[in-house]
Nanobody, 120 residues
Framework: QVQLVESGGGLVQAGGSLRLSCAAS????????MAWFRQAPGKERESVAS????????TYADSVKGRFTISRDNAKITVFLQMNDLRPEDTAVYSC?????????????WGQGTQVTVSS
């Protein structure tokens, strides 16, 4: 059983910073990539950032470029999201997603989410 556990969420004032972590555990797996998503109340879930596990290439939503940085620790099977210059519109439940397997047999796993609240 694969488990993803997020941590690091909380309440912060606008302009502040938070660092989210997502640690994977369970049976051995071949990771394709890991990503952070967020969902604000009344809105659809959106992709925030992703990172490939082998090469480390990253992608970001336009709304967080230059403020958020995704990184990974391969040995600890952990992905991080450093969030700087936070804005009230960043308030959401942040979840991490891991994709494993090859192109024809890809499986996705999700964490339970962590709340990030940015006050103005």
């Amino acid at each position: 059983q694969v488990q993803l556990v997020e941590s690091g969420g909380g309440l912060v004032q606008a302009g502040g910073s938070l660092r989210l972590s997502c640690a994977a555990s369970g049976r051995s797996f071949s990771i394709y990539d890991m990503a952070w998503f967020r969902q604000a109340p009344g809105k659809e879930r959106e992709s925030v950032a992703s990172i490939s596990w082998i090469g480390g290439s990253t992608t970001y939503a336009d709304s967080v470029k230059g403020r958020f940085t995704i990184s990974r620790d391969n040995a600890k099977i952990t992905v991080f999201l450093q969030m700087n210059d936070l804005r009230p519109e960043d308030t959401a439940v942040y979840s991490c997603k891991m994709r494993t397997g090859g192109f024809a047999s890809r499986v996705s796993y999700w964490g339970q989410g962590t709340q990030v609240t940015v006050s103005s």
